[in-house]
């Protein structure tokens, strides 16, 4: 299997959402891993701009060939903008996990994203996944 990919200035999460801060807004995504587990994406559906999520609730819904899986919000956060690109094509993802970005949060708190793990010991979870 080809090297995953794990971007540093990240933080992760175990349900593998990815979290990048830009000033007062937390982008989230799906790791590398997760789109290469799911395999070819062909439909995701995500939370509306406005809506408040909860840390660990369901955000969106990600359908591949394969399976369909949640997205969960790794924070407790508000809804700013959603990637209506990815909604359109959702092979984006598969492409590049990313930048193709799945929503952008405001209204969080950091202490929340400062307990997700950093690039290092998400490599090490995925390592002892097998």
């Not at 609730?57 to 949640?70: I, M, N, Q, R």
């Not at 690109?85 to 959702?90: F, M």
């Not at 970005?101 to 950093?118: E, P, V």
Request: with cysteine; net charge negative.
């Amino acid at each position: 299997m080809a090297e995953l990919k794990v971007l540093e200035g990240y933080k992760y999460t175990q349900k593998h959402e990815w979290i990048k801060l830009e000033g007062e807004i937390a982008i989230l995504g799906i790791t590398d891993y997760a789109q290469n587990a799911l395999g070819d994406l062909v439909y995701i559906d995500l939370a509306g701009v406005g809506k408040k999520v909860t840390k660990d609730s369901s955000c969106g819904t990600l359908e591949s060939v394969k399976a369909a899986e949640d997205i969960y919000s790794p924070i407790d956060a508000e809804v700013l903008e959603r990637n209506e690109a990815v909604i359109k094509d959702p092979s984006l993802v598969n492409k590049d996990a990313y930048s193709a970005w799945m929503l952008k949060l405001k209204n969080f708190s950091l202490s929340q994203i400062d307990s997700l793990m950093d690039s290092t010991k998400y490599k090490e979870y995925i390592q002892s996944l097998g």
